[in-house]
Protein backbone atom coordinates (compact mmCIF):
# COMPACT_ATOMS: atom_id res chain seq x y z
CA UNK A 1 0.00 0.00 0.00
CA UNK A 2 1.06 3.15 -0.89
CA UNK A 3 2.30 5.73 1.64
CA UNK A 4 -0.31 8.44 1.06
CA UNK A 5 -3.21 5.68 1.24
CA UNK A 6 -1.51 5.07 5.13
CA UNK A 7 -1.61 8.65 6.03
CA UNK A 8 -5.09 9.08 5.02
CA UNK A 9 -5.62 6.58 7.88
CA UNK A 10 -5.92 8.93 11.17
CA UNK A 11 -5.27 6.33 13.65
CA UNK A 12 -1.89 5.39 11.75
CA UNK A 13 -0.57 9.29 11.12
CA UNK A 14 -1.09 9.14 15.07
CA UNK A 15 1.01 6.64 15.92
CA UNK A 16 4.13 7.34 12.84
CA UNK A 17 3.71 10.88 14.56
CA UNK A 18 4.07 9.23 18.52
CA UNK A 19 6.93 6.77 17.40
CA UNK A 20 9.04 9.64 15.36
CA UNK A 21 8.50 12.24 18.71
CA UNK A 22 9.90 8.54 21.41
CA UNK A 23 12.79 8.00 18.45
CA UNK A 24 14.04 11.61 18.55
CA UNK A 25 13.17 12.04 22.80
CA UNK A 26 15.93 9.28 22.96
CA UNK A 27 18.20 10.25 20.83
CA UNK A 28 18.47 14.22 22.87
CA UNK A 29 18.47 12.28 26.54
CA UNK A 30 21.47 10.27 25.50
CA UNK A 31 23.28 13.18 24.58
CA UNK A 32 22.33 16.66 26.30
CA UNK A 33 21.08 15.01 29.55
CA UNK A 34 24.67 13.72 31.32
CA UNK A 35 26.42 17.03 30.22
CA UNK A 36 24.07 19.26 31.88
CA UNK A 37 23.73 17.70 34.76
CA UNK A 38 27.74 17.18 35.36
CA UNK A 39 27.97 21.12 34.75
CA UNK A 40 25.27 21.92 37.59
CA UNK A 41 26.98 20.00 40.00
CA UNK A 42 30.59 21.09 38.71
CA UNK A 43 28.85 24.30 39.69
CA UNK A 44 27.50 23.58 42.94
CA UNK A 45 29.99 22.27 44.41
CA UNK A 46 31.65 24.99 46.96
CA UNK A 47 35.43 26.31 47.17
CA UNK A 48 35.97 24.57 50.48
CA UNK A 49 35.19 21.21 48.89
CA UNK A 50 37.48 21.68 45.63
CA UNK A 51 40.20 22.40 48.25
CA UNK A 52 39.95 19.43 50.16
CA UNK A 53 39.47 17.29 46.80
CA UNK A 54 42.68 19.08 45.44
CA UNK A 55 44.43 18.87 48.25
CA UNK A 56 46.54 22.36 48.35
CA UNK A 57 44.74 26.03 48.33
CA UNK A 58 45.87 28.23 45.26
CA UNK A 59 46.14 31.58 46.51
CA UNK A 60 46.52 34.87 44.57
CA UNK A 61 49.44 36.71 45.52
CA UNK A 62 51.60 39.74 44.66
CA UNK A 63 54.86 39.08 43.55
CA UNK A 64 56.43 42.45 43.29
CA UNK A 65 55.24 44.16 46.78
CA UNK A 66 57.35 44.29 49.83
CA UNK A 67 56.47 43.29 53.17
CA UNK A 68 53.37 41.90 51.64
CA UNK A 69 54.12 39.58 48.94
CA UNK A 70 57.54 39.60 47.14
CA UNK A 71 58.94 36.95 45.01
CA UNK A 72 63.24 36.48 46.13
CA UNK A 73 64.87 36.39 42.44
CA UNK A 74 67.40 33.84 44.08
CA UNK A 75 65.80 31.88 45.73
CA UNK A 76 62.18 31.62 43.73
CA UNK A 77 60.30 31.98 47.51
CA UNK A 78 57.31 34.60 48.02
CA UNK A 79 57.00 35.77 51.15
CA UNK A 80 55.61 39.00 52.89
CA UNK A 81 52.45 39.71 55.32
CA UNK A 82 49.66 38.51 52.43
CA UNK A 83 51.91 35.28 52.39
CA UNK A 84 51.55 34.14 55.92
CA UNK A 85 48.09 34.87 55.67
CA UNK A 86 47.18 32.44 52.76
CA UNK A 87 49.82 29.64 54.79
CA UNK A 88 47.27 30.41 57.75
CA UNK A 89 44.42 29.61 55.84
CA UNK A 90 45.86 26.52 53.87
CA UNK A 91 46.13 25.35 57.92
CA UNK A 92 42.42 25.84 58.70
CA UNK A 93 41.24 24.15 55.75
CA UNK A 94 43.79 21.08 55.63
CA UNK A 95 45.82 20.68 58.42
CA UNK A 96 49.30 21.80 57.03
CA UNK A 97 50.39 25.33 56.11
CA UNK A 98 52.45 23.89 53.32
CA UNK A 99 49.59 23.03 51.21
CA UNK A 100 49.27 26.39 49.36
CA UNK A 101 50.11 26.63 45.85
CA UNK A 102 50.76 30.69 45.04
CA UNK A 103 49.85 31.99 41.61
CA UNK A 104 51.40 35.60 40.68
CA UNK A 105 48.22 38.15 40.39
CA UNK A 106 48.17 41.92 39.55
CA UNK A 107 45.62 44.92 40.40
CA UNK A 108 44.26 43.93 36.71
CA UNK A 109 43.85 40.48 36.33
CA UNK A 110 43.11 39.28 40.04
CA UNK A 111 39.34 39.40 39.88
CA UNK A 112 39.59 37.67 36.34
CA UNK A 113 41.85 35.01 37.20
CA UNK A 114 39.47 34.61 40.55
CA UNK A 115 36.15 34.60 38.38
CA UNK A 116 37.56 32.18 35.57
CA UNK A 117 38.74 29.23 38.35
CA UNK A 118 42.62 29.89 37.94
CA UNK A 119 42.82 30.90 41.87
CA UNK A 120 40.46 29.92 45.19
CA UNK A 121 41.57 33.16 46.80
CA UNK A 122 42.52 36.65 46.18
CA UNK A 123 44.81 37.43 49.20
CA UNK A 124 46.75 40.57 47.75
CA UNK A 125 46.42 44.53 49.04
CA UNK A 126 42.90 44.61 48.02
CA UNK A 127 41.11 47.29 49.14
CA UNK A 128 37.19 46.52 49.53
CA UNK A 129 35.18 48.75 47.67
CA UNK A 130 31.29 48.68 47.12
CA UNK A 131 32.43 48.58 42.66
CA UNK A 132 34.14 45.54 43.33
CA UNK A 133 31.37 43.80 45.76
CA UNK A 134 29.75 43.57 42.90
CA UNK A 135 31.99 41.09 40.87
CA UNK A 136 33.61 39.12 44.16
CA UNK A 137 32.84 38.81 48.02
CA UNK A 138 35.08 39.64 50.43
CA UNK A 139 36.31 38.60 54.06
CA UNK A 140 36.12 40.88 57.13
CA UNK A 141 38.76 43.98 56.53
CA UNK A 142 42.51 42.32 57.30
CA UNK A 143 44.43 45.32 57.26
CA UNK A 144 43.95 48.80 57.33
CA UNK A 145 46.34 50.90 54.90
CA UNK A 146 45.77 54.53 53.30
CA UNK A 147 47.32 56.00 49.95
CA UNK A 148 49.92 58.47 50.50
CA UNK A 149 53.00 59.88 47.64
CA UNK A 150 56.34 58.27 46.91
CA UNK A 151 59.06 61.05 45.55
CA UNK A 152 62.60 61.64 45.48
CA UNK A 153 64.60 63.33 48.98
CA UNK A 154 64.90 66.51 47.16
CA UNK A 155 61.45 66.64 45.81
CA UNK A 156 59.38 69.68 45.99
CA UNK A 157 56.50 68.17 45.86
CA UNK A 158 54.42 68.31 49.26
CA UNK A 159 51.23 66.42 49.06
CA UNK A 160 48.39 66.36 46.56
CA UNK A 161 47.90 70.33 46.30
CA UNK A 162 51.58 69.87 44.60
CA UNK A 163 50.37 67.68 41.48
CA UNK A 164 49.02 69.85 38.97
CA UNK A 165 50.82 69.33 35.94
CA UNK A 166 52.80 66.51 37.67
CA UNK A 167 53.43 62.81 35.87
CA UNK A 168 52.21 60.51 38.96
CA UNK A 169 52.49 56.82 38.42
CA UNK A 170 50.06 54.49 38.97
CA UNK A 171 49.07 50.66 38.98
CA UNK A 172 46.73 49.55 35.96
CA UNK A 173 43.30 48.46 37.62
CA UNK A 174 44.11 49.90 41.34
CA UNK A 175 42.17 51.90 43.44
CA UNK A 176 45.00 54.57 43.52
CA UNK A 177 44.60 55.26 39.74
CA UNK A 178 41.30 55.97 40.16
CA UNK A 179 41.68 58.12 43.42
CA UNK A 180 44.23 60.12 41.99
CA UNK A 181 42.00 61.38 39.35
CA UNK A 182 39.38 62.40 41.30
CA UNK A 183 41.68 64.18 43.94
CA UNK A 184 44.30 65.79 41.55
CA UNK A 185 42.65 66.35 38.72
CA UNK A 186 45.25 68.15 36.79
CA UNK A 187 47.60 66.05 37.30
CA UNK A 188 48.49 63.65 34.53
CA UNK A 189 48.30 59.65 35.53
CA UNK A 190 50.40 57.09 33.42
CA UNK A 191 49.94 53.60 34.70
CA UNK A 192 51.74 50.43 34.76
CA UNK A 193 51.04 46.82 34.89
CA UNK A 194 52.66 46.33 38.49
CA UNK A 195 54.29 47.97 41.16
CA UNK A 196 58.01 47.09 40.27
CA UNK A 197 57.51 48.55 36.70
CA UNK A 198 56.02 51.48 38.26
CA UNK A 199 58.79 52.23 40.59
CA UNK A 200 61.43 51.57 37.63
CA UNK A 201 60.00 54.35 36.24
CA UNK A 202 60.05 57.10 38.76
CA UNK A 203 63.72 55.91 39.07
CA UNK A 204 64.25 56.39 35.43
CA UNK A 205 62.48 59.91 35.88
CA UNK A 206 59.04 58.97 33.62
CA UNK A 207 57.21 60.70 36.72
CA UNK A 208 57.67 62.63 39.63
CA UNK A 209 55.66 60.68 42.19
CA UNK A 210 54.28 57.41 42.54
CA UNK A 211 51.01 56.43 44.30
CA UNK A 212 49.31 54.10 45.62
CA UNK A 213 48.61 52.06 49.16
CA UNK A 214 51.17 54.00 52.08
CA UNK A 215 52.36 50.62 53.05
CA UNK A 216 53.46 49.42 49.82
CA UNK A 217 55.25 52.97 49.12
CA UNK A 218 57.34 52.42 52.44
CA UNK A 219 58.26 49.16 51.11
CA UNK A 220 59.71 50.78 47.96
CA UNK A 221 61.33 53.10 50.21
CA UNK A 222 62.81 50.05 52.22
CA UNK A 223 64.64 49.03 49.19
CA UNK A 224 66.21 52.35 48.26
CA UNK A 225 66.09 54.90 50.98
CA UNK A 226 66.77 58.23 47.99
CA UNK A 227 62.55 58.38 48.32
CA UNK A 228 60.36 59.73 50.81
CA UNK A 229 56.51 59.69 51.45
CA UNK A 230 54.84 62.83 51.47
CA UNK A 231 51.06 63.83 51.86
CA UNK A 232 50.51 61.96 54.26
CA UNK A 233 47.45 59.32 53.95
CA UNK A 234 44.66 61.12 51.85
CA UNK A 235 42.35 58.03 51.60
CA UNK A 236 41.19 55.24 53.67
CA UNK A 237 42.00 51.26 52.19
CA UNK A 238 40.85 48.65 54.13
CA UNK A 239 41.87 45.30 52.73
CA UNK A 240 40.23 42.34 52.30
CA UNK A 241 40.16 38.48 50.76
CA UNK A 242 38.28 38.40 47.70
CA UNK A 243 36.29 35.09 47.30
CA UNK A 244 34.08 34.02 44.04
CA UNK A 245 30.65 35.67 44.50
CA UNK A 246 27.66 33.74 46.49
CA UNK A 247 30.19 31.55 48.34
CA UNK A 248 29.47 32.44 51.89
CA UNK A 249 30.77 28.84 53.32
CA UNK A 250 33.92 30.12 52.15
CA UNK A 251 33.78 33.49 53.33
CA UNK A 252 32.51 32.34 57.05
CA UNK A 253 35.69 29.95 56.84
CA UNK A 254 37.97 32.50 55.95
CA UNK A 255 36.71 35.24 58.64
CA UNK A 256 36.92 32.37 61.50
CA UNK A 257 40.58 32.24 60.18
CA UNK A 258 40.78 35.94 60.92
CA UNK A 259 39.37 35.69 64.15
CA UNK A 260 41.25 32.98 65.41
CA UNK A 261 44.44 34.55 64.24
CA UNK A 262 43.60 37.31 66.46
CA UNK A 263 42.32 35.81 69.39
CA UNK A 264 45.25 33.60 69.71
CA UNK A 265 47.27 36.84 69.11
CA UNK A 266 49.31 35.43 65.95
CA UNK A 267 47.88 37.77 64.08
CA UNK A 268 49.85 40.64 65.92
CA UNK A 269 52.91 38.63 65.79
CA UNK A 270 52.89 38.36 61.53
CA UNK A 271 51.77 42.01 61.89
CA UNK A 272 55.40 42.71 63.88
CA UNK A 273 57.45 40.29 61.87
CA UNK A 274 56.57 42.08 58.52
CA UNK A 275 55.65 45.86 59.60
CA UNK A 276 57.64 46.34 62.08
CA UNK A 277 55.08 46.76 64.95
CA UNK A 278 51.59 44.92 66.36
CA UNK A 279 48.33 46.99 65.16
CA UNK A 280 46.84 49.70 66.83
Not at 147 to 175: F, H, M, P, R, W
Not at 268 to 276: M, N, P, R, S, V
Request: proline share 2%.
Amino acid sequence: MKLKNILKWPSLTVMLVLMLSLVLSGCNSGTDTPSASGGDDAKAKGTIEQIKERGKLIAGVKYDTKLFGLKDPASGNVEGFDIDIAKALAKQILGDETKVELKEVTSKTRIPMLQNGDIDIIIATMTITDERKEQVDFSDVYFEAGQSLLVKNDSDIAGLESLDGVKVLAVKGSTSAQNIREKAPKAEVLEYDNYQDAFTALKAGKGEALTTDNIILIGMQQTDNNYKLVGGNFTSEPYGMAIRKGDTAFVEEVNKMLKELKDSGEYDTLHEKWLGSKPE
